[in-house]
Structures are given as C-alpha cells and as structure tokens.
C-alpha cells in the first residue's frame, strides 16, 4: 500500500512527457492578442484590443515558413529574424510597402506569454497575449 502511495505522489509531482509542448517555435503557433496599447502622441496612449488596430485576435506564427497570418483578408506578414535567448523567441520584421512599419515579438518558451511591439513614424502600438502550439 505505501508503494501505491509513493507512485501516486510521485506522478502528482512529476510533469508528465504529454504536458503541453514548448512554445519554440518549432511547430506552429496560434498567439491571443488579448490587450493592445496604441500611442499616437508621446502624451497618451489608449488601452484597446487587437481589433483597435485592425489586427485579428488571434494570429499564427509559423517560424519555419517566417509568416505570420490570421486576417479575414489574407494578408501575411513576413518574420525576417528569428532568435533565441534566456529562454525566449525573439521574432522581427518590417513591412516597407505599408507606410513603413517595424515590429517585434518576444514569447516565452515555457509558458507563451507574449508581447510585441509595431512602431511606424507618428506612433505604434504594444500588444500582450498568449501563444500556444496548434
């Protein structure tokens, strides 16, 4: 009965190996947008969605294709670097067609918390959310 006992602790304490799968970019992903923060002024920001600027809520970031897409539109956005550090994805790229546009996303691999950026001239916006394998 103690073996019982012990095994069942042990499986309790113990992750098992078809725990959710790191968010490294190895497959691809689905990221919430859950919270956007937009700056048009250096004075105010405002809190909104992903929907304030025109973003999906959810996208899919697919390093190894380097796209990011989700739009009903079916505009993409190409990732042009891809690097790691301290246990973090760290994703870029530019959109030069669209007014001129630069952003970058960092998740964590262990948990997929996400943030990024979009900076253009005259303000951008900062986004928070989540990603998870698909």
């Known amino acids: 009965m103690r073996a019982i006992g012990a095994l069942a602790i042990l499986f309790a304490v113990v992750p098992s190996t078809g725990s959710a799968a790191p968010v490294d970019g190895s497959a691809p992903m689905q990221c919430a947008i859950q919270t956007v923060m937009v700056c048009d002024d250096p004075s105010v920001c405002i809190r909104g969605s992903a929907q304030t600027v025109n973003l999906p809520p959810v996208v899919k970031v ?73």
């Open 62 to 134: 697919d390093v190894a294709k380097r796209l990011i897409s989700g739009a009903a539109t079916g505009r993409t956005v190409r990732i042009t670097s891809v690097s790691r550090g301290s246990g973090r994805l760290l994703l870029q790229g530019e959109e030069v067609g669209m007014n001129g546009f630069a952003w970058d996303m960092v998740i964590v691999e262990a948990s997929g918390v996400m943030s990024g950026a979009v900076l253009s001239h005259g303000g951008g916006f900062l986004m928070f959310g989540g990603c998870s394998t698909s």
